[in-house]
């Protein structure tokens, strides 16, 4: 049953019981309806308890249900809206025992009863908006009148959760000190008694008198973006406030139904799903259990290498960091302390916990100190010679469990698998830069990589708290691959006579992160030039512009250089056009105009980004066609989380299905005609899915 009954003395513990989270859909909705309608019946219930179990009190309503139709749908009566009103109106005081995480329509549902009793660790908020969408059962009008106007606005547009202890500090729940449960049916009993505290509708949503009048307007005109989701929250809260509750709770209903259908939201939708179908290995089966992961031991103590322990010692996991020499072990130590040290300065960790951090980590100059850890993670120099050296040294001195994976971000994982007698204990763990902040983390499955190890990798990936996506091998696996082309098409703008700026306006006004020139500046103009030397050493003969290595010959490496496609306030390296860069730029592209015939012409913004963005799609159908990536879906995980898509874009993939694969062709035929039209082969899969009017990410 989703809901299981017990009454004990006078209390009706009602149980939310719909795994693996208690989401509601249609089923938990009427079940808790009913359940509801029944213990009010009964003369010998004076109060009811909510509660969802330890781990989940509710993760709010099913998002399958938001895909039309599925399951009823969201909207398919009783609503949650109604199954609130119910819990709100109820005869009987009603109270949530909160445990576990109770999120968007989960929270909704506590708001609606009489009162709220919280543990310490439960996680509570309203994340809506990173779906699109607005809190559409309550959750704009009565957050307001129990945490007032702007701590509630503050919790609805961030999405961002609070725990049961700030929960408790913020006035929307008590702290439970004990048993939760047992709590919660005493305040239950007590209400029962003296009819407890009023019902947040009846109250009203005020802003300070100080707020001033235009406060609505400064929250809008606050929006980093102004999206149709933080956009309907700001109004759903003006109208907690402006109007009376029945009409408040119309309106974000109505606001809720509008936006659920947006673009914006379906992309977020898919998103959140395509982050966890990323977790599922194709073919494994069940039976194969990853490895306990406990001990590791990180070879190199340079920016990435100093990054990636600090993950796992933060994971709590006992760390070995090894460099050649003591002096490289102690500058990476230096660096993880100091950045223990500033998480300690600005509040965000206790000296305590620091100190328990760098408790975990040890240090070594020698390969022998690997022998005994479960996991090595080599990030030493991108170079093929000096990593097999290292791996050939690990094969002798790890235990025969060890597994032994490469950062590498190009080089070809079986190489390195192949000079060792385990090459099925090998995998790629491709973390990104800074690797404390990045979330994906590429797995790399060599061609020999047992099924468990990759199982172990993936679950290490949950464990550090990434977002791990499957890759096969090839050059630059799946995202360094697929940048190469998108960087390649921004070079040729160049050539064509856009300006590098005017390239990365037009992708960050589309919503990128950050447009291209200014990512090689960020990752280092110079690590380009020796990637692209990689792949003409492969033997990659497709065009590229002369532009890049002309650029980089001049020292302009980026950032670390204080210049390169911008030029860097050296103190807080914001970014500033440079006329010096301008003039290179149209000096190159009048030489590329010269040489290739080309006759001046002004390129828009669309086609800039069109240009960029099915270059991207096109290779990512490429290696999908050839079982590089698992699912399009991976791909786009990859690029929401490690190169700064835009999330309510849901990614290159789904970004051209949205365009119609029809479509897709139709515009690269049309770049067919212009410069460096033999760039534009479209990937087979691509003819075949658009030929068969389906989608890549199906
Ligand atoms: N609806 C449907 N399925 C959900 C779900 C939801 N709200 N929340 C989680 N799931 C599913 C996941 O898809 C996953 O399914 P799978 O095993 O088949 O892949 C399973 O539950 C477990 O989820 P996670 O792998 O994410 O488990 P974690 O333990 O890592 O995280 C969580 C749990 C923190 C609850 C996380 O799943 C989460 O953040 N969920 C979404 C919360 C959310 O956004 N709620 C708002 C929903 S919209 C709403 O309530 C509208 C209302 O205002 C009307």
Redesign the pocket.
């Known amino acids: 049953m989703p809901v299981h009954i017990d009454i004990r003395d006078g209390v009706a513990v009602l149980t939310l019981n719909r795994p693996?989270?208690n989401?509601?859909d249609l089923t938990l909705r009427r079940d808790l309806r009913a359940a509801l309608a029944m213990v009010m019946t009964k003369p010998e219930v004076e109060a009811v308890v909510l509660t969802g179990g330890t781990r989940?009190f509710s993760?709010?309503?099913?998002?399958?249900e938001f895909a039309s139709g599925t399951r009823g749908g969201?909207t398919a009566a009783p609503t949650?809206p109604d199954v609130i009103i119910d819990l709100d109106q109820a005869a009987k005081p009603v109270v949530a025992a909160i445990a576990g995480?109770c999120?968007?329509?989960?929270l909704?549902v506590a708001l609606g009863c009489h009162h709220r009793v919280v543990a310490a660790n439960a996680?509570l908020g309203?994340?809506?908006v990173?779906?699109g969408?607005?809190?559409?059962?309550g959750?704009t009008q009565r957050l307001p009148r129990a945490i007032g106007v702007k701590a509630a606005l503050d919790m609805i547009l961030s999405g961002t959760p609070v725990n049961g202890a700030k929960a408790a500090k913020l006035g929307l729940a008590t702290l439970s000190t004990g048993d939760l449960v047992e709590d919660a049916v005493a305040v239950a009993r007590q209400a029962a008694r003296d009819g407890g505290k009023p019902r947040l509708s009846l109250l009203r949503a005020e802003l300070p008198a100080d707020a001033g009048a235009d406060w609505f307007q400064r929250q809008i005109d606050g929006l980093k973006r102004p999206l149709p989701a933080p956009l309907a929250c700001i109004e759903a809260v003006r109208a907690a406030v402006e109007l009376p509750f029945s009409q408040g709770l119309q309106r974000e209903f109505n606001l809720?139904r509008e936006l659920v259908v947006t673009p914006e939201s379906k992309a977020l939708q898919y998103a959140?799903?395509a982050e966890?179908?990323a977790?599922r290995i194709d073919g494994l089966s069940p039976d194969v259990q990853p490895r306990a992961i406990e001990r590791v031991a990180v070879i190199g103590a340079g920016t990435m290498g100093a990054g990636i322990a600090t993950v796992a010692v933060n994971a709590g996991l006992e760390v070995i960091l090894l460099d050649r020499d003591e002096a490289g072990v102690q500058k990476g130590v230096a660096g993880i302390t100091k950045g223990y040290d500033a998480a300690v300065a600005k509040g965000r960790m206790d000296g305590a916990e620091r100190d328990r951090r760098l408790g975990r980590l040890h240090t070594a100059t020698d390969l022998a100190a690997c022998a005994a850890v479960n996991l090595v993670i080599e990030a030493a120099f991108e170079d093929m010679g000096v990593k097999q050296d290292i791996f050939r040294t690990l094969d002798k001195v790890c235990g025969p469990d060890t597994i032994l994976a490469s950062n590498t971000s190009t080089l070809d994982l079986d190489a390195i698998a192949a000079i060792t007698s385990r090459p099925q204990s090998v995998v790629g763990l491709h973390f990104f830069s800074p690797a404390p902040v990045m979330r994906l983390l590429e797995v790399v499955r060599g061609a020999e990589t047992a099924p468990e190890v990759l199982a172990t990798a993936m679950a290490l990936s949950r464990k550090l708290g990434k977002v791990g996506v499957v890759a096969g091998v090839c050059n630059g696996f799946i995202g360094n691959r697929m940048v190469e082309e998108y960087l390649r098409q921004a070079y040729f703008l160049v050539d064509e006579g856009v300006l590098p700026w005017q390239v990365d306006g037009a992708l960050e006004r589309w919503g990128m992160a950050m447009g291209p020139f200014a990512m090689m500046d960020l990752a280092g103009n110079d690590i380009g030039r020796a990637i692209r030397a990689g792949r003409k050493a492969l033997g990659d003969e497709r065009p590229y512009s002369t532009f890049p290595d002309k650029f980089c010959a001049l020292g302009r490496f980026g950032q670390k250089t204080g210049k390169g496609y911008y030029q860097y306030d050296p103190a807080s390296r914001a970014r500033e056009t440079d006329p010096e860069v301008d003039a290179l730029a149209q000096a190159h592209a009048k030489e590329v105009a010269q040489e290739f015939g080309l006759s001046p012409r002004v390129i828009g913004d669309e086609e800039i980004v069109a240009r960029c963005l099915l270059a991207l799609a096109n290779e990512g159908a490429a290696l999908l066609g050839e079982g590089i990536a698992q699912r399009a879906s991976d791909i786009d995980v990859v690029y929401l989380n490690g190169y700064g898509f835009p999330a309510h874009k849901g990614g290159p993939m789904f970004h051209a299905d949205s365009l119609g694969l029809e479509n897709v062709l139709r515009l690269m035929e049309g770049f067919l005609e212009g410069y460096q039209s033999q760039f534009w082969k479209p990937a087979p899969l691509l003819w075949e899915k658009a030929s068969a009017g389906g989608r890549l990410t199906a």
């Not at 993760?59 to 399958?64: M, R």
């Not at 999120?103 to 989960?106: V, W």
């Open positions: 693996p989270v989401s509601f989940h993760a709010g309503a099913d998002i399958e969201a949650l995480t999120l968007g329509g989960g909704e996680t309203l994340p809506e990173k779906l969408i607005l809190p559409g059962a959750g809720f959140f799903f966890r179908r977790a």
